[in-house]
């Protein structure tokens, strides 16, 4: 019993601490006043409080302390006042309300109020920012300085109605309001970069293409560097995100070598394979890119995500075509892997 007498008077002290701590609350009552601007181009569907500390909207301090904040909670009171009084259409564009910034720091001195106001209301179309605007102030009065606050905000929202209206009129072509991408996607056949081949079927590689230092192991009498770029532009387009893709299959001059001793048509034609392995790969990541579920959010994660798995893909099949050949020593092997890349190749349509 002792144990929970004490356990109780804790408590009762812990509440009494709290208490002391209470800060006294002035509430604002926001005017019903029409906005005069009615927005042609959009309407809201919510107001959201974005703020860390959403109890309030500054504090009163002239013989004491106190905050202030508007009656029924600041999101509350701000969707009502939007929904009593501003006209909308609500087949037009919805849009979000954001208050990022509301804060109201006054200060008595003498008989004089001073006030410093700053407004944040940040615009959003299907989830995301596209514009902010922000409205600052100052202001002395020897009244309650309930009333500035309260016509400051109402002038903000007024004025904010306005000046997105007029922008989103403008700009909203360039903003991207469906989530939909849409992707043109194509194999590259020129470059313009130095000692780089595309993959043609019709321009097959050549002894003379080999223009690398020698460097590798003893039993290899060529070495073919070839590889798949990925290239791409996103713009907006009738409030589409829309990606632009080229996929390059490329063979490097100056990093691919023979020796003297390989350089005979076999070893080309082993060489020639490894290449037409890289083309084959470069179709399927044009296919894996076309069927990909682009969104607005992934389209940049996963267009990587997909060149990662298309490289692994074209490394490991790169090794077995070396393994099964033993680096074309293997005739046998040899020819039976050129016959089947070379029907993979012209089955792809690509070339």
């Known amino acids: 019993m002792r144990i929970m007498r004490n356990m109780l008077t804790f408590i009762v002290l812990l509440l009494a601490t709290a208490a002391g701590y209470a800060q006294d609350v002035k509430y604002i009552q926001l005017k019903q006043e029409k906005v005069s601007h009615v927005p042609k181009t959009y309407h809201f569907a919510d107001v959201v409080d ?44 919805p849009v979000s309300l954001h208050i990022s910034k509301l804060n109201f720091d006054m200060k008595k001195r003498g008989g004089i109020w001073n006030v410093d106001a700053e407004v944040l209301f940040t615009f959003y179309v299907t989830g995301k920012k596209v514009i902010e605007y922000s409205s600052k102030g100052k202001g002395q009065m020897d009244s309650d300085p309930a009333v500035y606050i309260e016509g400051f905000i109402r002038q903000a929202i007024g004025n904010d109605v306005k000046k997105f209206d007029e922008w989103w009129a403008e700009n909203r072509g360039n903003v991207p309001t469906s989530s939909e991408v849409k992707v043109n996607v194509h194999l590259a056949k020129t470059t313009d970069k130095p000692n780089t081949i595309i993959y043609s079927l019709q321009q097959p590689l050549q002894i003379s293409d080999f223009m690398g230092r020698v460097d590798g192991k003893e039993f290899e009498l060529a070495v073919t560097v070839s590889g798949i770029g990925v290239a791409y532009s996103s713009t907006i387009q009738n409030s589409h995100v829309t990606l632009d893709i080229i996929v390059t299959p490329y063979f490097n001059k100056a990093t691919s070598w023979f020796k003297p001793e390989g350089r005979n048509t076999r070893v080309l034609a082993h060489e020639q394979t490894h290449f037409d392995i890289t ?6 990541l044009v296919a894996a890119i076309r069927n990909a579920p682009f969104t607005q959010e992934n389209y940049a994660k996963l267009l990587e995500e997909l060149q990662f798995k298309n490289a692994e893909e074209s490394n490991n099949e790169e090794i077995r075509y ?10 046998s092997m040899q020819e039976a892997w050129e016959k089947k890349i070379t029907a993979q190749v012209k089955a792809t349509g690509c070339y």
């Open 322 to 331: 070396d393994n099964e050949t033993n680096h074309g020593i293997i005739t």
């Open 279 to 284: 083309a084959i790969k470069a179709c399927e």
């Open 50 to 93: 974005e703020r860390e500390d959403v109890t309030n909207i500054g504090t009163m301090k002239g013989g004491g302390s106190s905050a202030i904040s508007l009656s029924g909670g600041v999101a509350a009171s701000l969707n009502t006042f939007v929904v009593n009084n501003v006209k909308q259409n609500k087949a037009t564009q």
